[in-house]
C-alpha cells in the first residue's frame, strides 16, 4: 500500500484514533525505574515493536515513536546524550517498519517530549540550545522515516517555541502538531492558559494541536472545550492519561478503565477533538474501546 501521509488521513477521516501510553507498556515489559526508556529501540527493539503491535490491532491510526525522552539534554541523565541521533532514527525505523507491515492508513509520529530543564533566565537552557537539541531529534525522526513531528507534554511557551522552531529548521514543510499539558488547575505548569496556548499554536503554522497527559479525562475535556471555542477550524488533539495513578501493591495503577475512556473518547469528540488517544496508564484495551465508542 501506498505511503500514507498525515493530510491523507485528514482527507478520509472525520476522527482519527491515536495510540496511547508508551511508558505504561515499556514498565508492563519490564523496565525499571532509571533505564533509558529510549534505549530499548535498540537493546529491546521486539519489545517495543510488540508494544506498537498492540496499538495498531487495537485501531491506532496514529503511533507515537518511542522518543518521548529522545532529546539529548534528557538523555544525559543516562549519558546516552551522544547517541541522541542513533536511538531516535532506530525508534522511527521500528515504527516505520510495524506500519508499512499493515494495509491500511496509518502514520508515524515522531514524539519529541521536554527537556525536564527549566528555560534561561530561570534555568541554564538558552532558547537557542533548545531549538538546536531538538533540531538534532528531529533530524533523526526524519532520517528514520516519520510521517508528522508529534511535540508533546510541553509546559513551557518558550521551550514550545524553540521544539517547533528546531523542528522547522529540519524541513521547512513537513508535517508539526504540538500539545502540552494543562495540569495545574486547567493551566500548565508553568502557567500556560489554554487561551494563551492557542494564540501560541496559532502563530507556528501547526496541522492540529491540543492537550495532552495531566489529570485525566474531565481535564482535558475542559481544555478541548476551550480550545475550540477559540479556534473552532483547528484539528484539536486530546491524549487523556487514563485517569489518576494509584499505588497498588507498590505497583502505580491508573484508575480510568477502557470503559471511562471509551465515554470520554465520545465526550472529547463531541467537545469538539478530532484527533482521539490516550497517554500515561492507557493501553490497547483502552485504545480499543474508544475506538468502538468512537464509531457509535
Ligand atoms: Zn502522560
Redesign the pocket.
Known amino acids: 500500500m501506498a505511503k500514507t501521509t498525515f493530510a491523507d488521513l485528514f482527507e478520509s477521516e472525520a476522527v482519527i484514533l491515536a495510540d496511547g ?1 508508551m ?1 505504561t507498556m515499556l514498565m508492563a515489559a519490564g523496565l525499571q525505574p532509571g533505564d533509558s526508556p529510549e534505549l530499548w529501540n535498540v537493546e529491546h527493539a521486539d519489545e517495543v515493536r510488540s508494544i506498537h503491535r498492540g496499538y495498531l490491532a487495537a485501531g491506532a491510526q496514529i503511533i507515537l515513536t518511542n522518543t518521548f525522552g529522545g532529546n539529548q539534554r534528557r538523555l544525559m541523565h543516562r549519558q546516552l546524550e551522544r547517541r541522541a541521533v542513533e536511538l531516535n532514527q532506530a525508534a522511527a525505523v521500528l515504527a516505520r517498519a510495524e506500519v508499512d507491515a499493515l494495509d491500511r492508513r496509518v502514520v508515524v509520529g515522531g514524539s519529541i517530549g521536554p527537556t525536564g530543564v527549566l528555560m534561561a533566565p530561570l534555568g541554564d537552557l538558552t532558547y537557542d540550545e533548545a531549538a538546536g537539541i531538538f533540531e538534532e531529534q528531529a533530524g533523526a525522526l526524519v532520517a528514520g522515516g516519520v510521517d508528522v513531528l508529534w511535540v508533546e ?1 510541553m509546559s513551557d511557551l518558550q521551550e514550545l517555541r524553540a521544539a517547533v522552531e528546531g523542528c522547522r529548521k529540519v524541513a521547512a514543510d513537513f508535517p508539526i502538531v504540538a500539545t502540552m ?1 494543562f495540569d495545574s488547575h486547567g493551566h500548565t505548569s508553568m502557567g500556560v492558559a489554554p487561551e494563551a496556548a492557542v494564540e501560541a499554536f496559532g502563530t507556528m503554522e501547526l496541522l492540529a494541536f491540543g492537550g ?3 489529570n485525566g479525562p474531565e481535564e482535558i475535556e475542559g481544555v478541548i472545550e476551550s480550545m475550540h471555542t477559540l479556534a473552532p477550524e483547528a484539528v484539536l488533539i486530546a ?1 487523556s ?1 487514563a485517569g489518576l495513578p494509584k499505588m497498588v501493591d507498590g505497583q502505580q495503577v491508573y484508575d480510568a478503565t477502557p470503559e471511562v475512556m471509551a465515554e470520554h473518547a465520545r465526550r472529547v469528540r463531541d467537545l469538539g477533538a478530532r484527533i482521539i488517544g490516550a ?3 492507557s493501553t490497547p484495551a483502552h485504545i480499543q474501546a474508544m475506538g468502538q465508542a468512537l464509531k457509535g
Request: with cysteine.
Open positions: 501510553g511508558g507534554t499539558t495532552n497527559c495531566g491524549k492519561n497517554c500515561c496508564g
